[in-house]
Every structure is written in structure tokens, then in C-alpha cells.
């Protein structure tokens, strides 16, 4: 324990002393015990939970706190305590991430405690509040140019000075660590590759550039993503697209490539039919290793690239064709999903894999998910994103003229009849379900035989021609889709009829018909064998959701009259029932 001196006794000992040097006796004091109360905080601090975590845990915690800015943040985590100090300090990785322009004395900080870690150079668009010393950052980096190993430059329209001397300066130096570099223009750029300056790249993404080369320079690679770029070759400068044989030459080039994206310019924007060279039919490549492959171009683009490459049994391939132009009034089975897909269904295993199939419509975009192990995948069409794995295959479609978007959809549901093996399992429909009248459902019906599950976002009219596709042929015949286990409907309510209670009553219960009609046939079905495990009717939601949202109503119990009636004639057909209203 720290014993302290009786003051009475200090006072009679100083008290013929110097003023000034009381002060300073008393400054000392003040400063050792303040230095003492320091060091029982930090006792006390290393007691605590997240002093006690290891630093490379600690260290992780951190990395993933960090934002865009890391020097902000760096000198405001600093300043917790004396620990986390130390370890930030201590801590190379943290200090890795050069973003460009930046002040001097910083970026020597950086370089200096990064030691010999790895280096990320971000230099993105935007305008210095004042023009950087452009000579000096270039020569304080030129000395660590060897430890490099990302480079992310955004140079944007017009592409600023500092931007292309910095993307200069990096394409003429070695670079032997780089294994990512990602650089977005959009006036056309010229750029030269060397694997020589870089042998180790093994990602890369290159938007609006005129890429100069004899043959593909980057054969390592394992991510490839093109936006927009064009080409040039020998003493011909003059930009040009990337034919279906430069695409090909790349894939061919890079044999270990596990992630590839193709991103041209959308079909309205340019004439399909002049912008690929001929290629020759036996012309085939194969993908032993890719996992990704995504195309954002002209529908018939795509299929010419589709019907030159073969892919593993598990590859993911996405295919956005921006807006096709359907005609409206087009005859059913008019080609879309043929128009894509390889007529070789070998070159695209999951054609003869699939299990489970989603139509998607939202507005005038059309999506179409096919899959072998998943039902779903968790996706928002509103944000267009999955969550957390794609699936095997997707397909997206917009319609250019409106009204279109109906006719498409229809011909596209068709259209999975005449594709995909009878094995599916599982088929989710979300769109105008009353244009499939019954001669679409029974071409359905006899083209998935074996489905189990059926999902169908629609209103209760739209169900109509569904419903009698249900019912067996006599009351001990055949049943059709006899493994039906799962049915799962989303249907808008019923309009109210004037005269309408205002607990939700409808006196005349005819909008409710179509459901006294489901539960007809589903006691048939039960009566021939055939009973269904589970039945979810939800009335409020809308066509529109995310699939297999939670609806909002579907968490209160309470029903109308009518929907009470509805679901108690409904329980005794189904081994288990919900019904939301």
C-alpha cells in the first residue's frame, strides 16, 4: 500500500524554503503520482476482457472496425488505451493500405510500419482539394514497388492527371507480389500487360480499356472481369470490340481460371448481328476449373459464347441480356431460354441436372434460377442480389417495350417444358399466373411429373385453370403430380364486394369459391392416396416480395368469418395447414 507523508509535517519542513521551490517540489509530486494513477489504470485495464484477447485476434477485430479512411480511425482506436496503442502501432497490416493521394509525412508513416508486409494501393476518382506532389509520392513509393501486391485505381471521366501517372509509373515498374489489380476508366485508355513485370497476378478487372496485345499476356489467372474494353493488334490502333475469338483466345490462355465476368455494352445500345466474328462450329473450349462465369451482353452474344465452352458439373453461370426486344403478340414457344442456352446439353450439365426451377417476374425483369441442390437462395429481386450462394444457373431478362413483360413470361414458363428433365422437383412461379390457362398447366404437368414442391405468387382468380390440373382423373385413377408433397400459395386478397362487413365479411363468399374449390379436389387427392403433407395460403401478401419473406400479417392469427370457414373445410384435406388473411 503507498503510504503518503503527513502534510502538516511537509509544511514545517518547507516553510523556510523558497516559495519557488515549494512549486516545483509540489509540480514533481503532482506529476509522479499522476504517472502512478496511470499505471493502476492500466493495471486495472489488463484485467478486463478485451485487454486479455491475443493481439492477432485483437488485431483481426480491428481490421474488420476499420473504414474506408484507416487513418481516422487508426488515431481514434489509438487513443483507447495504452495496449491497443502498442498493438497498432506494432502491427504491419495495419498499416498496408495506401490510398493515393496522400500526405506525405503520412504515407512515410505507413510505408515505415508496414515493414515488409504486403502492400494495397487504392487510388480512387476523385479530384485533390489541392494538387499533390505528385513527383514526391511517386519516388517515396518507387523503393516498395516489390511488395505491392493489390492495386485498385478508379479514373473515371476525365481521367484526372494523378490517376494515369500513378497507373504509368505501375505498369512500368516490376512487380513481382501482385496478385490483384483492378483499374475502371471510361475513355478508352490504352493499356499494355506483362507477366513478365507481374508474374503472380492471378485476379484481374479491367473496365472501358483498349487492350493492345498479340496474344493474352496474363495466362495465370484465376479472376478475370471485363467491362466494356475494346482491342487493338500490330499496327492497327484503331479501338475495336472483342469478337467471340479474342473471348475464346482468353479463356483458352487461361486454363486455371475459377471466376469469370464479361460485361459488354447492352443489346439497345448497339446492332447484334455486326459485332462478332465467325467462328468455326467445332471450335471448343473447356473450363476445367471455373466456378463463376457470368455474361452481361446481347442475348445472342451470349449464346454464341455458350455454344462454344464447356463447363464443370458444379459451375454457377449467370446470364444477363439487358433488354430483349419481345415482340409484343409473339405466338407461344417463341424462343428466349432456346435462344441462350447450348441446344448440347452436355456443354451445360445443370440442363440435365436440374431439380429446382424459380421464374421470377418484377416489373419488366424477368429471372429465371435453376438449380440441383438448393430450392432457394435467399435472393431480392428489388436489389438483384443473392444471399449467400447464387444459383447453378441464372438467367435475367428485361422486356424494351412495355405490356411485353406478360407474354414473356408466359412463353418463358412454356419454354422450361421443352428444357429441363422431368426430374425437377421443385418449380416457384411468380407473375401473371392467369395467362397459364390448362392447356399450360397440363404441359407442365406432363412435363414434371415428379414435381414435389409448387410455389405460385398470384391472386386467387389467377388460380383458376390451376386448380382442376389437381384433380385426379376419376375419384380412384390416376393422380396427377401423386409426389406433390409441399403446396405454398401467395395470393393477393379478394377484392370487397359492396355490402362488405366491416369485420371482412363478405356476405356472398364467392371470391372465397376458388378455395372451396381447392379443397374439393385436395379430398379427392387425399381419398386416392394422395394427400398433401403441407398447404400455406397466405391472402395479403403481394407478388412482389422477396422470396419466402416472412409476411408481415403473417404473424397475427386472427381471420374473418370467411377465411375462418375456409381454413376449417381446408385442415381436414392436408396433413397440415396455413392460412393467413
Not at 485476434?57 to 482506436?77: E, N, P, T, Y
Not at 514497388?145 to 492527371?161: A, D, E, T
Not at 392447356?439 to 409448387?454: K, T, V
Not at 403481394?542 to 419466402?548: D, E, I, R, V
Amino acid at each position: 500500500k503507498t503510504v503518503f507523508p503527513d502534510m502538516n509535517v511537509v509544511r514545517i519542513a518547507m516553510q523556510d524554503r523558497p516559495s519557488q521551490d515549494i512549486r516545483y517540489w509540489v509540480s514533481d509530486e503532482i506529476r509522479e503520482l499522476q504517472c502512478h494513477i496511470l499505471r493502476l489504470r492500466s493495471l486495472h485495464n489488463s484485467t478486463l476482457p478485451p485487454q486479455k484477447l491475443p493481439a492477432e485476434i485483437l488485431v483481426q477485430i480491428l481490421r474488420c472496425a476499420f473504414g474506408h479512411d484507416d487513418r481516422k480511425w487508426m488515431v481514434k482506436v489509438a487513443g483507447v488505451c495504452r495496449h491497443w496503442k502498442d498493438v497498432i502501432i506494432g502491427t504491419p497490416l495495419l498499416w498496408t493500405n495506401i490510398d493515393l493521394p496522400m500526405n506525405q509525412q503520412y504515407m512515410e508513416l505507413f510505408l515505415a510500419r508496414s515493414q515488409e508486409a504486403n502492400l494495397h494501393i487504392r487510388v480512387p476518382f476523385q479530384e485533390p482539394h489541392k494538387s499533390p506532389d505528385l513527383s514526391a509520392i511517386l519516388s517515396a513509393l518507387a523503393p516498395h514497388h516489390p511488395r505491392i501486391s493489390q492495386v485498385n485505381i478508379n479514373m473515371g471521366m476525365p481521367s484526372p492527371f494523378f490517376q494515369r501517372a500513378v497507373l504509368r509509373q505501375l505498369m512500368e515498374a516490376s512487380l513481382p507480389a501482385l496478385t490483384s489489380l483492378s483499374i475502371d476508366t471510361s475513355m478508352d485508355d490504352t493499356l499494355q500487360l506483362s507477366n513478365s513485370r507481374m508474374p503472380n497476378i492471378r485476379k484481374l478487372k479491367l473496365g472501358g480499356f483498349n487492350l493492345q496485345w498479340a496474344s493474352w499476356p496474363l495466362p495465370g489467372l484465376t479472376s478475370l472481369h471485363l467491362i466494356d474494353v475494346t482491342r487493338s493488334r500490330g499496327s492497327d490502333q484503331v479501338p475495336r470490340e472483342i469478337d467471340i475469338s479474342s473471348i475464346l483466345d482468353v479463356l483458352e490462355a487461361c486454363n486455371s481460371l475459377e471466376i469469370f465476368k464479361y460485361e459488354g455494352m447492352l443489346a439497345s445500345a448497339r446492332t447484334l448481328a455486326s459485332h462478332w466474328s465467325s467462328v468455326s462450329d467445332k471450335r471448343v473450349v473447356s473450363l476445367p476449373c471455373v466456378q463463376d462465369f457470368s455474361l452481361v451482353m446481347p442475348v445472342d452474344h451470349a449464346a454464341v459464347i455458350l455454344a462454344h465452352v464447356t463447363f464443370p458439373r458444379k459451375a454457377r453461370i449467370s446470364i444477363r441480356v439487358g433488354r430483349f426486344a419481345y415482340e409484343p403478340g409473339a405466338p407461344l414457344n417463341a424462343s428466349l431460354l432456346t435462344t441462350v442456352l447450348p441446344s448440347d446439353a452436355t456443354r451445360l450439365p445443370i440442363i440435365a441436372d436440374a431439380r429446382h426451377i424459380t421464374v421470377w417476374l418484377v416489373g419488366i425483369r424477368l429471372s429465371v434460377w435453376v438449380d440441383e441442390d438448393a430450392r432457394s437462395w435467399g435472393y431480392n429481386p428489388l436489389e438483384d442480389e443473392y444471399e449467400p450462394d447464387p444459383p447453378t444457373l441464372s438467367l435475367g431478362f428485361a422486356a424494351t417495350m412495355p405490356g411485353t413483360e406478360n407474354d414473356m413470361f408466359h412463353n418463358v414458363v412454356l419454354e422450361l417444358c421443352s428444357i429441363f428433365p422431368s426430374s425437377v422437383e421443385s418449380l416457384i412461379i411468380n407473375g401473371p399466373v392467369h395467362l397459364l390457362d390448362v392447356e399450360s398447366w397440363g404441359r407442365i404437368l406432363a412435363a414434371f411429373p415428379l414435381l414435389q414442391y409448387l410455389e405460385l405468387y398470384s391472386t386467387l382468380r389467377g388460380l383458376e385453370d390451376f386448380v382442376p390440373v389437381l384433380k385426379p382423373a376419376t375419384r380412384h385413377g390416376a393422380v396427377p403430380w401423386a409426389r406433390l408433397q409441399d403446396l405454398y400459395l401467395e395470393c393477393t386478397p379478394p377484392p370487397r364486394q359492396a355490402g362488405q362487413g366491416a369485420d371482412g365479411d363478405d356476405p356472398d363468399r364467392s371470391n372465397w369459391e376458388i378455395l372451396k374449390q381447392l379443397r374439393a379436389v385436395l379430398q379427392e387427392r387425399s381419398e386416392a392416396n394422395s394427400r398433401l403433407k403441407h398447404l400455406y395460403i397466405d391472402l395479403k401478401s403481394t407478388t412482389n416480395c422477396s422470396l419466402h419473406s416472412v409476411p408481415e400479417t403473417a404473424t397475427s392469427n386472427t381471420l374473418s368469418a370467411a377465411a375462418e370457414e375456409v381454413r376449417l373445410e381446408l385442415s381436414t384435406v392436408v396433413d397440415s395447414l396455413e392460412l393467413y388473411d
